[in-house]
């Protein structure tokens, strides 16, 4: 399931690139912008609310019904929202320096640096959220050895 969000971050980014129009740039700017200033803020799920945000303003400036209907579909089945709080309070900072690269690749109207960019950014997150389950894996299992 990882892999299809990978899939679809990465040619929604694109799309957005080559459809996303002037009110929707300045919208995800001030998203980035708020996300900046929340940053050092130790409420996790108001950043998470912010990375909701920012991902649901490419999407819908991606304009494909279906692609936005299957990433609504993966972020349910991964519980998205307690996923990106474990995460985000982790790599903060690393994944506000990502988003800042896809704005600009966005501004740039280059659907292929904003495809590199969502590729890079979700690379990140995929590999953080898979040594977060692992790492919980193992203590579970440690736990019920001990027992």
Same mark, same amino acid.
């Not at 990882?2 to 009110?23: C, G, K, P, S």
């Not at 209907?69 to 790599?91: K, P, V």
């Not at 690379?123 to 299992?141: E, F, P, V």
């Given at each position: &399931?990882? *892999?299809?969000? *990978?899939?679809? $971050?990465?040619? &929604?980014?694109?799309?957005? %690139? ?14 980035? =912008?708020?996300? /900046?200033? /929340? ?5 996790? *799920?108001?950043? %998470?609310?912010?990375? !909701? ?16 209907? +299957? #990433?609504?579909? +993966? ?11 474990? +995460? $985000?309070?982790?790599?903060?900072? !690393?994944? $506000?320096? *990502? ?7 966005? #501004? %740039?109207?280059?659907?292929? $640096?904003?495809? /590199?960019?969502?590729?890079?950014? &979700?690379?990140?997150? +995929? %590999? =953080?959220?898979? =040594?977060?389950?692992?790492?919980? &894996? ?5 736990? !019920?050895?001990?027992?």
């Amino acid at each position: &399931m990882l *892999e299809v969000r *990978e899939a679809l $971050l990465i040619r &929604m980014a694109a799309l957005a %690139a080559d459809r996303m129009i002037n009110a929707e740039l300045r919208a995800l700017k001030q998203i980035y =912008k708020d996300q /900046v200033e /929340v940053c050092a803020d130790e409420d996790i *799920e108001h950043i %998470a609310r912010l990375d !909701q945000e920012f991902h649901d303003c490419i999407y819908r400036a991606a304009r494909s019904p279906i692609l936005y209907e +299957t #990433e609504q579909y +993966t972020r349910s089945a991964l519980d998205n929202q307690r996923t990106n709080i474990l +995460t $985000l309070g982790i790599r903060r900072a !690393q994944s $506000l320096a *990502e988003h800042a690269q896809i704005v600009a690749a966005l #501004e %740039a109207r280059d659907p292929h $640096l904003a495809a /590199v960019r969502a590729k890079t950014h &979700m690379r990140c997150s +995929t %590999a =953080k959220i898979r =040594k977060l389950m692992r790492d919980r &894996m193992g203590r579970s299992s440690d736990s !019920q050895r001990l027992e």
